[in-house]
Structure formats: structure tokens, C-alpha cells
């Protein structure tokens, strides 16, 4: 009995070992093949991935149009052609235009020759009465003084003939009334001849301040006239409001051109150096998404160049495609050498946060596994799954909240 009793314990005991040992090559060649990776402090930047489109900026595409009826007669561009601010777009027909300015600058030139000569010979006029006025102001004074000379005599004569002496004879009194008569008479003929010369003087003036005002009015409304012929005529001459590349013709050499019917498709011109970065983020991310943060893209055409920038604008209104809603993060880009072209995809890395000295582990390392998410961990006991609570991630690691500690080691497949 005793005997059977130890066999039992021995087959038990060796079940056991062989169970042990099978467990361990077991683990063993369940590690094969995986890396290991201690659980350390790092950061993770919380980024959200987004395709997008390049588009041009506000203002940096135009259309350029005629404003003037008439044939082309000159169009030396055509599209993919770089031209600089002034360059010359195209030429309409402007011999009509090139009259009405050539008509209005000669009425325009006429106008300040009449008027000039007008003023001046007026301003003459002026100056001869102006000085014949002064002559007449001198005669009133020279005859002012004649009389007051000739009363103060008289009266001296009267009194001393009027006396009981009769010192002044009655020939000498009568000589001396009747000078100051005459005396009195020219004066009279110098103040009349003085207020005809005022007369004259301010009537000549009257007629150069209407004449200067004539003038004026005449020549703002010729130069009006030249100035609005210089306009029409500038229409039929389009040349690039800014530097950029002919994206678009639609009207040749030859061709007439009927204003206000061809204008908005003559031909449009881009600003390659202004363009936009159009980021279509899904709704379920917008929310997490601000202006300012920072952003980084790359296109299919360079795939090995990054490109960098800011979120400057949020639009408000959504927009729907494959059924799915986004909503539109714009970048503007000010680029030096235009690789950037219209209609571009764009592959972008919005930069949500950076959250540092956090434990970190691999991506891959982190699973989903009925309904929890565990980790493989070097030494734990089964199956070595370990429960987990991850928490922001980037492309290459996983935050680490709860389940692990600094130094842990854990497996996982790259």
C-alpha cells in the first residue's frame, strides 16, 4: 500500500515537472520573434492626420477682362508663361481711343493758351488803371492842397478888405475869390476824375476775377475730359496687375472682344508665391483643433520634403464628401519656390499637444483584448497579457497611465 502510495506521488511529481518544463519552452518560443522594450519615460505628441488640398490664396488668382469693345491686335502670352508686375497682357484695337485722347489734350491745350492770354492782357489792363488811379489820387491831393490855399487867402484878403483900413484893394480881393472858385472847380474835376479811374480799376478787376474763374471751371472740366480719354484708352492695354503665371486664355490675336460679355475669362494670371493649404478635418477631430497650432505636410510630388506652418483660419460651414463631414483648417503659405501647385493633395500632421515625461511604450505593443487593453510583459505569469490604460499616442509610442511602471519590460512584434 505504502509502495503504491510513493508511485502515485512520483508520477505526480514528474507530471508536474514535465508541465513546468513544457510551460517554459512553451513561453520561450511564444517570445521568439518578438522585441523587447523597457518601459521608460517620453513624450508623446498628440497629433490628427489629414488630407488636404492646396488652393490659392485670397486675391492671388485674378481674372483680367476687356473693357473696351474691339479685335485683339496684340497678344504676346499663353498659359504656363511667368510675367512680372506691368508686363504686357494684350492690346485691343485703340485707334478710336487714341484720337479721343489726341482731341481732348489739344482742346485741353487750347483752353490754357486762350485763358492764359486772356488773363495776362486782363492783369495789364488792371495795372495801367491802377496806376491811372494813383495819378488821379495825387490830382485830388495836389488840388485839395491848391484850394485849402486859395480859402485860407481869401479869407485873409476879405478880412483885411472888410476892415475900416481898406489895407487890400478890392481888385486884389476879387482876384483871390474868384482863384478860389477855380480852386474849387478842380478839385471837384480831380475828385470826379479820381472816382471815374476807381470806377474803371475795379470793373477791370471784376472782369479778371470772372475771367480766372472761367478759366478754372473750363480748364478742370478739359482736363477732365483728357483724363477720362487717357482711361478709355488704357483699357484697350492690359498688363499684369502683379507677378505669377498665365494660368488660363481663352481669347486670341484676332479675335474681337465685346466688353462686359469676355471680361471675367480674357485670360487669369496666379500668384504662385500665395497660395493655401485647405485641411479637411473630420468632425469627430475639429473640436480638438485651434488656431495657431502648428502643422506639417508633405505632397506625392516630394514626398521626402516637409513642409511647415500654422493653422490661421477655421471655416465655420462644413462641407461633405463620400457622404462623410469635414471641416476646412486653412494655412496660408507664402512660398519662394512655387512647388506648391493648385489642385495638390496634401498628407498633414495637425500637432494637437506634446505631453512629456509620461511612461511610454511602443504602438504595437499596445492590445485590444476582450474589451481591455493589456500589454505583453517579460516575466508575467500566463500568458504575460498585463491590463493597461493607454493614453495619448503619436506614430511611434503610446502614453501609459495605469498598469505599468518605469523599467517594466515588454514584448511586442514591430
Not at 136 to 146: C, I, N, P, R, Y
Not at 268 to 278: A, G, M, Q, T, Y
Not at 304 to 317: C, E, L
Not at 357 to 363: A, E, G
Amino acid at each position: 500500500m505504502n509502495r503504491k502510495l510513493i508511485y502515485g506521488v512520483g508520477i505526480v511529481l514528474l507530471l508536474a515537472i514535465l508541465f513546468g518544463i513544457f510551460r517554459v519552452f512553451k513561453g520561450k518560443k511564444e517570445e521568439k520573434g518578438f522585441k523587447e522594450f523597457s518601459v521608460r519615460l517620453g513624450q508623446v505628441s498628440e497629433v490628427i492626420t489629414a488630407t488636404g488640398e492646396i488652393k490659392a490664396a485670397t486675391g492671388a488668382q485674378i481674372s483680367l477682362g476687356a473693357r473696351v469693345t474691339g479685335m485683339v491686335v496684340k497678344e504676346p502670352i499663353s498659359v504656363g508663361d511667368h510675367v512680372k508686375k506691368g508686363d504686357l497682357i494684350a492690346i485691343i484695337d485703340n485707334r478710336e481711343l487714341k484720337e479721343d485722347v489726341n482731341r481732348t489734350e489739344a482742346e485741353l491745350e487750347r483752353v490754357k493758351v486762350h485763358f492764359q492770354k486772356s488773363i495776362r492782357e486782363q492783369e495789364l489792363a488792371v495795372r495801367e488803371l491802377l496806376n491811372q488811379f494813383k495819378k488821379a489820387e495825387l490830382e485830388v491831393k495836389k488840388a485839395s492842397a491848391e484850394y485849402e490855399f486859395r480859402k485860407w487867402n481869401y479869407s485873409s484878403l476879405k478880412r483885411l478888405f472888410e476892415s475900416k483900413n481898406h489895407s487890400v484893394s478890392e481888385r486884389s480881393y476879387r482876384e483871390a475869390k474868384n482863384a478860389l472858385q477855380q480852386a474849387r472847380a478842380g478839385l471837384e474835376q480831380a475828385k470826379y476824375g479820381r472816382n471815374a479811374a476807381e470806377a474803371a480799376l475795379n470793373k477791370a478787376r471784376t472782369a479778371l476775377d470772372r475771367l480766372k474763374k472761367e478759366y478754372k471751371q473750363e480748364l478742370l472740366k478739359a482736363e477732365a475730359e483728357y483724363k477720362k480719354a487717357q482711361i478709355r484708352f488704357s483699357y484697350s492695354i492690359l498688363r499684369a496687375p502683379f507677378s505669377g503665371v498665365i494660368t488660363y486664355v481663352s481669347t486670341q490675336e484676332g479675335e474681337t472682344v465685346v466688353a462686359g460679355l469676355n471680361a471675367p475669362q480674357f485670360v487669369k494670371i496666379l500668384d504662385e508665391s500665395r497660395v493655401e493649404n485647405w485641411i479637411y478635418v473630420d468632425e469627430t477631430d475639429i473640436g480638438r483643433v485651434k488656431h495657431g497650432m502648428e502643422v506639417t505636410f508633405h505632397v506625392d510630388a516630394y514626398p521626402d520634403k516637409p513642409y511647415h506652418g500654422k493653422i490661421d483660419q477655421i471655416y465655420p460651414a462644413p462641407v461633405v464628401q463620400n457622404n462623410v463631414v469635414y471641416y476646412i483648417a486653412v494655412m496660408k503659405i507664402y512660398q519662394k519656390d512655387a512647388t506648391l501647385h493648385l489642385k495638390m493633395t496634401t498628407h498633414n500632421k495637425v500637432h494637437i499637444r506634446t505631453i512629456k515625461d509620461v511612461l511610454v511604450v511602443p504602438n504595437s505593443a499596445v492590445k485590444f483584448l476582450d474589451g481591455h487593453y493589456v500589454v505583453r510583459l517579460k516575466g508575467a505569469p500566463g500568458d504575460g497579457f498585463v491590463k493597461v490604460v493607454p493614453g495619448a499616442s503619436d506614430e511611434s509610442f503610446t502614453e501609459i497611465k495605469e498598469g505599468l511602471h518605469q523599467g517594466d519590460v515588454v514584448l511586442y512584434r514591430p
